[in-house]
């Protein structure tokens, strides 16, 4: 049965978000002209924007992969953020690193990885969040997103990488589901 049943309301088209990946991506080329950049994108919700915006991004650079996880307790994330997939780039001395997330919420996990790459020698560390949830910031994060798609209220979305239950990543747009679609959610470890 199709996903679309259980959509409640389209935030962001597919044409919106293409049109926010080439705003983006020529911002990052003009910005990071003759840096040594390299993209880092939080798997698994950031593979779908990472993808339209690289192909924005027309200036030289490499790209890599981290996945991060945090104990979930449904919609919720927790303060206990740890590397579970790490860069295959080994040394980061010399590199601008632009960390490519989907959502930036509490900021606890860019605050972690942002922390764990200027620790490491990254040359500059910024980060592209796709969408932004300023009213739900924790307090301790100091981080700040250079580079926003759109901002959003506080509600959760799905699509376009994002996900429920791991499921909804494949949405072409972005929304948010029927209240009857979220079941009773038990703590879990999960994957952003
Ligand atoms: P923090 O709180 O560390 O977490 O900034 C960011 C991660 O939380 C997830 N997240 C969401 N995922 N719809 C989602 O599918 C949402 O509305 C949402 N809000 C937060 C996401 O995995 C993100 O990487
Ligand atoms: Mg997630």
Known sequence: MSMLKDIQK??????????????????ISRDYENRNLLIVSVLKGSVIFMADLMRNITIPCKIDFITASSYHAGTESSGNVSVTDDLSVKDVHGYDILIVEDILDTGRTLQKLSDIFARKGANSVTICTL?????RRDKSVKIKPTYIGATVENEFVVGY??????KYRNLPFIGILKPEVYDNTNAQEETH
Do not use: N, T
């Open 10 to 27: 389209v935030f962001f088209s597919k044409e919106e978000l293409e049109a926010i990946a080439r705003r983006l991506g020529s911002q």
């Open 131 to 135: 969408l932004d949830k300023p009213e």
């Open 161 to 166: 990488g994002l996900d429920y239950d791991q």
